[in-house]
């Protein structure tokens, strides 16, 4: 029998020295490839996660094409290597249905009926997974969306709150995911206070769900600050060396 | 005729309507259409349902074959589910490998049965290591008038209900099937609640006008002690987090209900 | 009425901009009374219009606008050209061969050949029909010298600067003819390709560069520069 692990001790602390409410650290960038139209990669935990976007462009094959808006097109998609045991490449179920409920959570975000007829390709990469990778994918694929250049109604920070060891904890590393009693994934847009993604697997009663819930939300806000942060580095960059230059 | 596109005055009409607390066929907000279930319907199934959810129409076989147990589970049984949208169901649906929202509506109703852990698979085990039992669960959508994630997660619940296991023995570390069935170790009863979002009001059990004049859906499953054991946003829209916290008070309520035309009906 | 930013201050999408009688001007949008913006951006609040000037955006197609593309499909309608937006343009075989083109006996590709490119103006555009190019103005049609740089279509204003005093400035200064496409394809052909080079490097920093201030004068004296290490 496989002994239980302790994920939160007597004082609150997580197995990776976080309190309940922490997130873990992140590393956001954006514009990290120069072939995208729009790009960005994140680290969050032990996640490294790069987000492409491309477009909007022709339709291919044409008959996908609508009349009225852009077609979005989204590939969630986790590299052989990206976990312990080697992943099949060929996209598995999980992949499919996250790609699916990803698209779901950026499409009320972007201006969509701006460009009929046209598709916006998004991929999401994930090079090593450490828990909570749709989440940090969304967030990349926002910000690579915003680096773009197309127009959106908000930025979407996603983030995951969970329970685990009778906690209700933000944002769970792998191990927590995985021994933990649940999850609950979100995706959310501070700005105009909408939620695209919601999901949930475990056992919560309606009061810690809400209690989960909320905290997500709070995660989500403090990660929309990084998303921000992280979109605005490389011009402000630049503007602040030519202004040094400027007064020498 | 194909109804893929349902027209503007219909949508408006719909709309309308709900704001006035009404529905085009004349249910309230927060009603569920007429709900048939009807179990062992599929002699050869080890377990069967059928649902109809207005014209909506499920059924559910089930069938438990012997196999390998998973690498790190090994003295549990396996559970699989499995959605196939057949053609004559909707002239929308395809022949061909499993679309997006096939793999979605599996998922989610397997999510409900697993989370809830409603199946012992601790009990399914025959050699630990070795032979387990597999619960395959196929999802057959017959008829698509909207909401096929809580008429298939009903019809599955109702087809593990009535599936029976078949006996054995161990002899020689070989498995030897004997005459005679028994119960599937079924311990908890989850049931998937689906609410949409439509211009701001919130309804259960969409029907497909519905669903294609939708911002978003949301749907929960709670297990029988009240305890939410899944839950699923849908489509290309959003909520807000109120209304989030509204539908999960509806859909506790709901749970119970849907419930009850289950369990009773299996004594 | 309340507005939330300094004038120029960097915005994201998403952020409110402002609240009030406020009307959303260019890369901003509102919900009942409040200004957001929907894109990364510099605000400019001018008058009661709040606009978002893009530091990162595509080409879409306006009509009038001059434009460098490329031929990538020859076919009984015409050219199909890569403008380098979210829409393919067509130029059509009326262009060269007048009303007498019979696509039996004329072969389009002895004109314009898959991969040449081409300054154009788009005459016709709707969102619901691909753009319509024509070659047929002065100064126009194939393109057969120079370099071609492409740049952030929203930096082109930035490279034209107010009443073209950026882009007269670099063709004096580097003595190269430049010709900017709105799509953010720059033509540049000069007597030599010294001049060539350094008008690409000017070009580059002004891109890199567009949304600070005191731009020009610090081109002006990079160009100067350039030449007197050349020297």
């Known amino acids: 029998m496989k002994e239980k692990i302790r994920l939160v001790d007597d004082s609150g602390i997580r197995t990776d020295g976080r309190k309940p409410d922490e997130l873990r650290p992140i590393k956001l960038e954006a514009g990290v490839l120069s072939n995208a139209d729009g790009s960005a990669y994140i680290e969050q935990g032990k996640n490294k996660i790069l987000a492409a976007v491309y477009g909007p462009r022709e339709v291919h094959p044409r008959h996908l094409a609508l009349p009225d808006r852009a077609l979005l097109r989204c590939r969630y998609h986790m590299a052989p290597f990206s976990v312990q045991e080697r992943k099949s490449p060929a996209p598995s179920r999980r992949e499919i249905e996250?790609?699916?409920?990803?698209?779901?959570?950026?499409?009320?975000?972007?201006?969509?009926?701006?460009?009929?007829?046209?598709?916006?390709?998004?991929?999401?990469?994930?090079?090593?997974?450490?828990?909570?990778?749709?989440?940090?994918?969304?967030?990349?694929?926002?910000?690579?969306?915003?680096?773009?250049?197309?127009?959106?109604?908000?930025?979407?920070?996603?983030?995951?709150?969970?329970?685990?060891?009778?906690?209700?904890?933000?944002?769970?590393?792998?191990?927590?995911?995985?021994?933990?009693?649940?999850?609950?994934?979100?995706?959310?847009?501070?700005?105009?206070?909408?939620?695209?993604?919601?999901?949930?697997?475990?056992?919560?009663?309606?009061?810690?769900?809400?209690?989960?819930?909320?905290l997500a939300i709070e995660g989500c806000k403090r990660i929309y600050a990084l998303q921000k942060e992280a979109l605005k580095a490389k011009y402000l960059a630049i503007k602040e060396a030519v202004e040094e230059a400027g007064q020498k | 005729m194909t109804n893929v596109t349902i027209s503007r005055i219909r949508q408006k009409q719909i709309a309308q309507l709900l704001s006035s607390g009404k529905r085009l066929d004349g249910r309230g907000l927060l009603d569920y259409r007429p709900i048939q279930i009807e179990t062992g319907i599929i002699e050869k199934a080890e377990g069967s349902a059928r649902v109809r959810?207005?014209?909506?129409?499920?059924?559910?076989?089930?069938?438990?074959?012997?196999?390998?147990?998973?690498?790190?589970?090994?003295?549990?049984?396996?559970?699989?589910?499995?959605?196939?949208?057949?053609?004559?169901?909707?002239?929308?649906?395809?022949?061909?490998?499993?679309?997006?929202?096939?793999?979605?509506?599996a998922r989610v109703v397997d999510r409900g049965i697993r989370e809830s852990k409603a199946i012992d698979l601790k009990k399914l085990c025959i050699i630990p290591g070795k032979k387990v039992f597999i619960v395959f669960i196929?999802?057959?959508?017959?008829?698509?008038?909207?909401?096929?994630?809580?008429?298939?997660?009903?019809?599955?619940?109702?087809?593990?209900?009535?599936?029976?296991?078949?006996?054995?023995?161990?002899?020689?570390?070989?498995?030897?099937?004997?005459?005679?069935?028994?119960?599937?170790?079924?311990?908890?009863?989850?049931?998937?609640?689906?609410?949409?979002?439509?211009?701001?009001?919130?309804?259960?059990?969409?029907?497909?006008?519905?669903?294609?004049?939708?911002?978003?859906?949301?749907?929960?499953?709670?297990?029988?002690?009240?305890?939410?054991?899944?839950?699923?946003?849908?489509?290309?829209?959003?909520?807000?987090?109120?209304?989030?916290?509204?539908?999960?008070?509806?859909?506790?309520?709901?749970?119970?209900?849907?419930?009850?035309?289950?369990?009773?009906?299996?004594? | 009425m309340s507005?939330?930013?300094?004038?120029?201050?960097?915005?994201?999408?998403?952020?409110?901009?402002?609240?009030?009688?406020?009307e959303a001007g260019r890369n901003a949008y509102k919900i009942d009374s409040k200004i957001y913006a929907c894109k990364l951006g510099l605000v400019e609040y001018k008058g009661k219009t709040v606009h978002v000037v893009a530091l990162n955006t595509f080409y879409v197609p306006s009509v009038g606008d001059t434009v460098i593309g490329k031929i990538i499909e020859i076919n009984l309608h015409g050219w199909t050209v890569d403008i380098d937006s979210p829409y393919l343009a067509t130029l059509r075989p009326t262009e060269t061969f007048n009303k007498s083109y019979n696509p039996q006996k004329n072969e389009l590709s002895e004109f314009l050949n898959i991969g040449d490119l081409i300054q154009a103006k788009i005459i016709a555009y709707d969102r619901t029909r691909n753009p319509l190019l024509t070659i047929k103005e002065p100064g126009l049609g194939k393109i057969t010298r120079g370099q071609i740089i492409k740049v952030s279509p929203a930096k082109i204003p930035r490279i034209i600067g107010r009443k073209g005093s950026m882009i007269n400035m670099l063709k004096r200064e580097t003595r190269c003819n430049i010709i900017v496409g709105q799509n953010g394809l720059i033509h540049i052909y000069g007597r030599n390709p010294e001049d060539e080079r350094i008008a690409v490097l000017a070009i580059k920093k002004i891109e890199l560069e567009a949304h600070t201030s005191g731009l020009t004068d610090r081109i002006a004296e990079m160009i100067r520069k350039e030449r007197r290490g050349m020297v």
């Open chain 1, 98 to 214: 996250l790609s699916k409920v990803i698209r779901e959570s950026l499409e009320p975000a972007i201006f969509l009926e701006r460009f009929p007829r046209t598709a916006i390709d998004l991929f999401i990469e994930v090079l090593q997974a450490d828990g909570g990778t749709r989440v940090a994918g969304i967030t990349a694929a926002s910000l690579a969306l915003a680096d773009a250049g197309i127009p959106m109604k908000d930025m979407v920070a996603a983030c995951a709150a969970g329970k685990a060891d009778g906690h209700i904890l933000l944002d769970l590393n792998d191990l927590e995911d995985k021994e933990g009693e649940a999850d609950v994934p979100v995706a959310y847009m501070p700005s105009i206070n909408r939620v695209g993604l919601l999901q949930m697997d475990g056992q919560l009663t309606p009061e810690e769900f809400e209690k989960a819930f909320n």
């Open chain 2, 53 to 105: 959810l207005g014209k909506t129409e499920v059924v559910v076989g089930v069938k438990i074959e012997i196999g390998e147990p998973f690498p790190d589970r090994p003295d549990e049984g396996v559970l699989t589910t499995n959605a196939e949208f057949v053609p004559l169901a909707s002239p929308e649906f395809e022949a061909g490998p499993p679309t997006e929202d096939s793999v979605e509506l």
């Open chain 2, 138 to 267: 196929d999802i057959y959508v017959l008829n698509h008038d909207g909401n096929l994630i809580d008429a298939s997660a009903l019809a599955a619940l109702a087809a593990l209900t009535n599936t029976k296991i078949f006996k054995y023995e161990v002899k020689d570390g070989e498995v030897k099937i004997k005459p005679g069935f028994k119960d599937l170790p079924l311990i908890n009863y989850p049931v998937a609640i689906t609410l949409a979002d439509i211009d701001g009001n919130l309804i259960v059990d969409p029907w497909l006008d519905e669903e294609e004049i939708m911002n978003a859906r949301l749907t929960i499953s709670f297990d029988k002690d009240g305890k939410i054991c899944a839950m699923q946003k849908g489509g290309s829209g959003t909520l807000s987090p109120q209304q989030i916290i509204e539908a999960i008070k509806i859909a506790k309520e709901k749970s119970e209900e849907l419930r009850g035309l289950v369990v009773k009906k299996n004594g």
């Open chain 3, 3 to 22: 507005i939330f930013y300094e004038n120029r201050e960097i915005v994201t999408p998403g952020d409110l901009l402002a609240e009030g009688e406020f």
